[in-house]
């Protein structure tokens, strides 16, 4: 019993950072019906700049101390109240940092294909992806970079401690924060509207150019507060990263139902459940059919709900 | 329109670019394998390595390593006396078995090269050997350790780290040595990880120790968090794992916070620095085998370090460019015999003559006395244990296999 808790808590912190980069992918399809495949590396390139914004702000070697700001950066580390203002601003700076990269590419990569055939932005999304993942390499480092220990762990029973409690509210709350921002406030609908027919909503007055940088923001903040957590969590960021959580995240996207907002949240968390189950459930030395077991569900929902959990199956109109 | 001729100034200036670059290429291949001028020869040495994908920390370190060896064998005496001087040329494989292939293609059709130092990975390896030994040009691998490369039965094929049918009893005789009786084994899934692993649960359970059970996972995996609560649930004395360091760093970190307190053992490619880096206090107590003694004691290493060091402007060498270093060596070593004895080491005499002569190396390198074996593996069958002590690889035993 006490082992089945441990890997549900393991499933959800799992699932709670599958769920952040999920979004990234179904916003994006939603609004784009385009699959950014370069969102990985957002989540890659957040983890990098909050392991910097960290590093600045924390390490007595970095940044803040040397600039003669050595009594804040011990405040910073010395309380508890230092710890969760720095960790604050730590996120908002990756945040936002992160966001204007993705609204930057979106201009750069994707805008002046907005008209084309749907592929040319998909291949564009691979170069991207391709060119973000070798800047980091060239311009930081090939090997794995050690993530700041500084969050303060406190073991619990069941496995559970608190930095899996501060991913798993932290992504909760995010969530059910773009949950509302995008049903109940302006720019929501204005999303909302645009998702549905780009051209009747730029008719009713919507600036879709906004409404899709927005997007872009949005998206890439959430992979960027999931690449936090994933060094933080693991210890380490490299370049390439992005790889296996992105893949994960699109599973988790198309199983909820890609386009749909909650069914992405779901998706990540059932898919990160579903792995730490299944190894938890498989015998002895098959723990690597955990994938197999993900995709097999993935394959089984997709027969029986074409559109995923939660999406709508479109009807082709004839 | 002013669009479309600025488009076709660029293309025509772009081309031009091109095939000027194509020239000076030729023009400078044609140069070197022939003596010139100044009766200088200059020979080719290759390096692969994954350069920007895959094991990239110890491609970067075996770059690095075999750099600094020509650099040091341009400017020795022998070599000035010899007339003759090495260049390198690089190859990156990505950690790719197909991009490996294309590598040992492209670095074949240098009719100056002569050997090659690399590739890194075992699965590397092995497919890009055939071309090697097809074209008559040396390969020493400078970390291949999966026995399979050298049983293949080419000439010409070579590795100056031990294998993993050494290193992987070595590792299961240390553990059960400490009194540590039941295992578990774990691997990547790769050529590497799964070889060494392999050979660890054969030697562990043939010496009377018990393999709990046996799990596979993949290189890019990096939640293990299910796996470690598992097998924390089974208590094992010792978890073995094969594969590498940025692998197995957050495996240790995992299963310490599943509340674990077995130690990790894995192989020579867990054997870095960063591997405590990343792992931080988690990792405390952990252990590793290498091949050959510690390079501290060595004396020729001493200034290896040094030098590395200063050249690249690091903190610390990683394992693999002693090996790189010791390989390229070999390399250049018997290539300026040939020299002096035929000439020209690119004919097809002057090949075989390079293949002999490395075959017969014997020569102090920095990763100590650097011999082959009729199938061309090391004869240094040293295998070491280390232990993370205070943040840092403390040497343990050393054991010699080869005096058995």
Redesign the interface.
């Given at each position: 019993m006490g082992?089945l808790i441990?890997?549900i808590v393991?499933?959800v912190?799992?699932g709670g950072m599958y769920a952040l980069i999920a979004l990234g992918y179904t916003l994006v399809y939603g609004i784009l019906l385009m699959i950014n495949f370069a969102h990985a590396e957002m989540f890659m390139v957040g983890a990098y700049i909050g392991l910097f914004t960290l590093k600045f702000l924390s390490d007595p070697a970095w940044g803040m101390a040397r600039l003669g700001l050595g009594p804040v950066q011990e405040f910073f580390t010395g309380s508890v109240l230092g710890l969760i203002i720095m960790f604050i601003i730590v996120f908002i700076v990756t945040g936002a940092l992160t966001g204007l990269l993705g609204v930057l590419i979106e201009r750069v990569a994707y805008r002046p294909l907005r008209n084309a055939p749907r592929l040319a932005p998909l291949i564009s999304a691979i170069g991207v992806s391709i060119f973000l993942q070798?800047a980091v390499?060239l311009w930081i480092d090939?090997?794995?970079i050690?993530f700041p220990?500084i969050f303060p762990?406190v073991?619990l029973p069941y496995?559970l401690?608190s930095l899996k409690i501060f991913i798993v509210v932290t992504s909760i709350v995010l969530l059910l924060g773009l949950d509302t921002l995008v049903s109940r406030t302006k720019i929501g609908k204005a999303m909302r509207a645009t998702s549905q027919d780009r051209g009747a909503a730029q008719l009713m007055g919507i600036n879709i150019n906004s409404v899709i940088a927005a997007t872009f923001f949005i998206g890439p903040a959430l992979g960027a507060v999931a690449g936090i957590f994933?060094g933080m969590y693991?210890?380490?960021v490299?370049f390439?990263?992005g790889?296996?959580p992105g893949i994960k995240a699109f599973t988790a996207a198309v199983l909820g139902g890609i386009g749909n907002l909650r069914g992405a949240m779901l998706g990540g968390f059932m898919l990160g459940m579903i792995?730490?189950?299944?190894?938890?459930f498989l015998p002895?030395?098959y723990?690597?059919y955990?994938d197999v077991v993900a995709f097999l569900v993935l394959i089984i929902v997709l027969i029986f709900r074409p559109g995923g959990l939660l999406g709508e199956s479109v009807v082709e109109k004839v | 329109m002013k669009f479309k001729t600025l488009a076709i100034v660029l293309f025509v200036a772009f081309l031009a670019i091109a095939l000027v670059g194509c020239n000076g290429g030729d023009a400078g291949g044609g140069d070197d394998g022939t003596t010139t001028a100044t009766g200088v020869t200059t020979y080719t040495i290759g390096v692969a390595a994954p350069i920007t994908q895959g094991s990239v920390a110890q491609g970067m370190d075996i770059k690095r390593g075999a750099q600094l060896a020509i650099e040091t064998m341009n400017e020795s005496e022998e070599a000035k006396a010899a007339g003759v001087q090495f260049k390198m040329v690089e190859g990156d494989d990505m950690s790719d078995d197909k991009t490996a292939v294309t590598v040992a293609n492209t670095l074949i059709s240098d009719r100056n090269l002569i050997g090659v130092v690399g590739h890194y990975n075992s699965r590397c390896s092995i497919p890009a050997s055939a071309v090697y030994s097809e074209a008559n040009v040396v390969m020493i691998s400078p970390g291949s350790t999966n026995p399979d490369l050298t049983l293949q039965g080419l000439s010409g094929v070579f590795r100056t780290c031990a294998t993993d049918d050494l290193q992987g009893p070595a590792g299961a005789l240390f553990a059960l040595d400490m009194g540590l009786k039941k295992a578990i084994v774990i691997d990547d899934s790769d050529t590497y990880g799964e070889g060494i692993a392999d050979f660890f649960y054969e030697a562990f359970e043939d010496n009377g120790g018990t393999v709990l059970f046996r799990e596979k996972t993949q290189v890019a995996e990096r939640d293990f968090t299910a796996l470690a609560t598992k097998i924390t649930a089974e208590n094992p004395d010792i978890v073995f794992f094969g594969g590498g360091f940025e692998t197995i760093a957050p495996f240790s970190k995992q299963m310490h916070d599943a509340g674990s307190s077995a130690p990790i053992m894995g192989g020579d490619a867990m054997a870095e620095q960063d591997y405590i880096d990343i792992g931080g206090s988690s990792v405390e107590g952990d252990y590793v085998t290498n091949v050959g003694a510690p390079v501290e004691g060595l004396p020729a290493a001493q200034d290896f370090v040094a030098a590395y060091k200063a050249r690249f402007n690091l903190d610390s060498v990683g394992n693999f460019a002693s090996y790189a270093y010791d390989a390229a060596f070999a390399i250049m070593k018997a290539a300026l015999i040939v020299h002096e004895e035929t000439g020209d080491v690119t004919t097809p005499a002057g090949r075989d003559a390079l293949i002999a002569e490395v075959e017969k190396s014997n020569f102090e390198g920095v990763t100590g006395t650097i011999s082959f074996n009729e199938n061309g593996d090391t004869n240094n069958k040293v295998i070491s244990l280390y232990k993370v002590v205070d943040q840092a690889w403390e040497f343990v035993e050393s054991m010699d296999l080869g005096a058995k």
């Open positions: 082992i441990q890997q393991n499933g912190t799992l070798n390499l090939s090997k794995p050690p220990d762990i073991t496995g401690n994933y693991y210890g380490a490299i390439n990263m790889f296996f792995e730490a189950l299944a190894v938890g002895a030395g723990s690597g955990k | -």
